[in-house]
C-alpha cells in the first residue's frame, strides 16, 4: 500500500514539474514577435514599373538594362513631391537635378527627365520616347537611374527618372571586351543639359499620392 501511496506522490510532483516548466514557456512564446522588412523607396512597384519600362526601351536597342539606385531615386522622388506641392513644372526649382543627386550622396553627373500629367507609366515614357533629348538620356550609356511619381493635391502627375553612372563598376567585362568596355566608360560621362516634356492634355486618372511613397 505505501508503494501504491509513494508512486501516485511521485506522479502528482512529476505532474506539477511538467505544468510549471510549460508555464515558463508559455511567456516566452508569448514575446515572440514578427519583424516585417519596411519596404524601400527603390521598391515602391510604381518606380519599378518604371525601371521596367525604361529598360525594356533600352532593351529593344541592345543596350545593357540600368539598375535602380536608391540615391536617384530618393532625388527623383524628392523632385516629383516638390512639384505636385508646387505646381512647378521645371529642372531647376528645387535645387536643380545635379544638387538633388549630391544631397542624396550622388555625385556624378546626372541627366533628368520629368513629365506632367500622363496617367500611366507607358504614357510617361511615350512622351519622353517622342523628344529627342529625353529619348537620349533613357539610351545614354550611364549604368543607374532613379524614379520618382507624384500626385498632386488637384490630381494633376508629376514623373521624374534621373540617370548617372556610378563610380562603383556595375558591370565586369570579360578580358577579351575589356579594351572597348574602357573606351565606353570614358564616353560615358553624361551631359548637366536636361530638358523637359511638353504637358499631356488628358487628365490624370492615378490615385497614389506622394506620401503613400
Not at 522588412?37 to 532593351?59: A, C, D, S, V, Y
Not at 493635391?153 to 571586351?177: I, K, L, Q, R, S
Request: with cysteine.
Amino acid at each position: 500500500m505505501k508503494k501504491c501511496f509513494t508512486l501516485i506522490a511521485l506522479c502528482a510532483m512529476m505532474a506539477g514539474v511538467a505544468r510549471a516548466e510549460e508555464s515558463a514557456v508559455q511567456p516566452a512564446r508569448a514575446q515572440k514577435t514578427i519583424v516585417r522588412k519596411q519596404r524601400q523607396l527603390h521598391e515602391h512597384p510604381t518606380l519599378l514599373g518604371m525601371l521596367g519600362r525604361n529598360n525594356f526601351i533600352r532593351g529593344r536597342m541592345g543596350l545593357r538594362p540600368h539598375r535602380m539606385n536608391p540615391a536617384l531615386t530618393r532625388a527623383a522622388q524628392d523632385h516629383a513631391n516638390y512639384m505636385a506641392a508646387t505646381g512647378s513644372f521645371s529642372h531647376y526649382t528645387n535645387g536643380g537635378p545635379q544638387y538633388r543627386a549630391q544631397r542624396y550622396g550622388f555625385h556624378s553627373g546626372v541627366r533628368e527627365n520629368i513629365a506632367y500629367n500622363s496617367g500611366t507609366v507607358d504614357g510617361a515614357f511615350a512622351m519622353w520616347q517622342g523628344s529627342g533629348a529625353h529619348m537620349a538620356s533613357i539610351v545614354s550609356p550611364t549604368t543607374d537611374a532613379g524614379f520618382g511619381y507624384a500626385v498632386a493635391p488637384n490630381g494633376a502627375t508629376y514623373w521624374v527618372a534621373v540617370y548617372g553612372t556610378d563610380p562603383t563598376p556595375v558591370y565586369v567585362a570579360p578580358p577579351a571586351t575589356q579594351a572597348a568596355s574602357k573606351a565606353e566608360t570614358k564616353a560615358s560621362t553624361p551631359a548637366k543639359t536636361v530638358t523637359a516634356a511638353k504637358p499631356a492634355a488628358a487628365p490624370a486618372k492615378e490615385t497614389l499620392r506622394a506620401d503613400d511613397l
